[in-house]
């Protein structure tokens, strides 16, 4: 969602992925190998540039996660089939929960619309995750 962790130059897209994010989500957690002091101070920088709703920076959760992967167990009180890792590397992604993760490119600090794409993945996941009516007679 930066360029690059420690230096929090947004990607474009970063509020209206994020603000879409905290209207859609439960829940927004972060994984991240910085230091969370850091990595929340990085947020912080972003939220009052702008680029972080006000909102979702007072919620959002760090997720204390240490080994190869950044394992969905690590996440609190959920289950891995309840969360979506979106993430630019491969690498991190556990190969038994691959199917819970949403790529995205990675970025090269220029002008991108990746995080619309990705949105709009996420918005197909939610649309498919949202219970249907049954078709009965009544």
Same mark, same amino acid.
Do not use: I, N, R
């Given at each position: 969602m930066v360029d690059d962790a420690l230096s929090g130059r947004a990607r474009p897209g970063l509020r209206d992925f994020l603000t879409f994010c905290h209207e859609r989500f439960r829940r927004v957690v972060m994984f991240t190998t910085v230091e969370?002091? &850091?990595a929340r101070e990085v947020m912080s920088d972003l939220a009052g540039g702008g680029h972080v709703p006000p909102a979702l920076h007072a919620r959002l959760e760090f997720v204390d996660w240490? $080994?190869?992967y950044k394992d969905l167990a690590f996440v609190p009180a959920a289950a891995p089939d309840e969360v979506l890792l979106v993430d630019d590397d491969a690498g991190w992604v556990r190969l038994d929960q691959r199917d819970r993760w949403v790529k995205v490119a990675p970025w &090269?600090? $220029?002008?991108?619309a990746e995080l619309a794409r990705v949105r709009?993945?996420?918005?197909?996941?939610?649309a498919d995750a949202e219970p249907r009516p049954s078709g009965g007679a009544g």
């Open positions: 969370e002091a &850091d240490s $080994g190869q &090269d600090g $220029g002008p991108d709009t993945v996420l918005e197909g996941w939610l």
